[in-house]
């Protein structure tokens, strides 16, 4: 089964932590580019972190909070979350870049279900 499956999310505080997961499976993992998108309520889904062969891009707004790796061995994703702000609520989806701009949603052609970040205060 090709897929991708988010986990980790939560309540949490401001300023605390959270790491999110997302496990893949059903495809050759090594061969793909990977990204976490955020969608809040009302707002369009947006890039936060895009991992390639070379370098993980992260979005300005969570440059030095968030942090984004991949495991070979384990076929999955992370994102550790640090200083978490209310405005980081949103639904956290992981997503298989397949071509085109990266910071656009249609660019990739797997996602997982999303997993909730809320942050308090």
């Known amino acids: 089964q090709v897929q991708l499956v988010e986990s980790g999310g939560g309540l949490v505080q401001t300023g605390g932590s959270l790491r999110l997961s997302c496990a893949a499976s059903g495809f050759f993992f090594d061969l793909y580019a990977l990204a976490w998108f955020r969608q809040a309520p009302g707002k369009e889904r947006e890039l936060v972190a895009h991992l390639n062969n070379r370098e993980t891009i992260y979005a300005h707004s969570v440059q030095g909070r968030f942090t984004a790796s991949r495991d070979k061995v384990k076929r999955a994703m992370f994102l550790q979350m640090t200083s978490l702000k209310p405005e980081d609520t949103a639904m956290y989806y992981c997503?298989?870049?397949?071509?085109?701009?990266?910071?656009?949603?249609?660019?990739?052609?797997?996602w997982g279900q999303g997993t909730q970040v809320t942050v308090s205060s």
């Open positions: 997503a298989r870049y397949v071509r085109g701009n990266y910071y656009h949603p249609a660019a990739f052609d797997l």
